[in-house]
């Protein structure tokens, strides 16, 4: 695994083909078929930012880095060059969308019951807003403290 230090979930971490494949996927709200956005470093040395994991048919799929010509068609800008290659890092990006859905779980499985506990400001808020609807004492005179 690699230690991000954007706060991040953790990433898998792949050695394919003598080369070390370090995962970072970052899930968003379903746009039809569109996932989540990944980016690759390969070998600590060469990021590919704009990988797009996407859900069909026969499951999920990876959509290669791509841009659009003058013509309106979408045009990788980069793919594997071997099919052993590109089996590998379609599981090393699904292993990571994976892992960070997992993350994700595990945050909103912990925040679940924190909307139901008393927050300490609240308590604050409310321990003030009852010392204000106190009747205010009186407070002796300089004479009455003396006796």
């Known amino acids: 695994m690699s230690k991000n230090n954007n706060a991040e979930p953790m990433q898998?971490?792949?050695?394919?083909?003598?080369?070390?494949?370090d995962v970072?996927?970052?899930?968003?709200?379903p746009m039809g078929n569109l996932?989540?956005?990944?980016?690759?470093?390969?070998?600590?040395?060469?990021?590919?930012?704009?990988?797009?994991?996407?859900?069909?048919?026969?499951?999920?799929?990876?959509?290669?880095?791509?841009?659009?010509?003058?013509?309106?068609?979408?045009?990788?800008?980069?793919?594997?060059?071997t099919a052993d290659f590109r089996k590998q890092l379609n599981d090393a990006l699904i292993e990571g969308y994976g892992v960070a859905i997992e993350s994700l779980q595990a945050t909103l499985d912990a925040t679940k019951g924190a909307a139901d506990k008393p927050s300490l400001?609240?308590?604050?808020?409310?321990?003030?807003?009852k010392v204000k609807s106190q009747p205010a004492k009186a407070t002796p005179s300089k004479n009455e403290q003396a006796r």
């Open 12 to 21: 898998p971490e792949v050695q394919a083909a003598g080369l070390k494949l």
């Open 24 to 29: 970072n996927v970052r899930p968003i709200a």
């Open 35 to 81: 996932l989540a956005f990944a980016n690759v470093t390969v070998g600590d040395c060469f990021k590919i930012d704009g990988f797009r994991i996407c859900s069909g048919e026969n499951g999920l799929y990876v959509n290669m880095p791509a841009t659009q010509d003058k013509q309106g068609k979408w045009r990788d800008v980069c793919w594997p060059v």
């Open 121 to 129: 400001s609240g308590a604050l808020k409310e321990n003030a807003g």
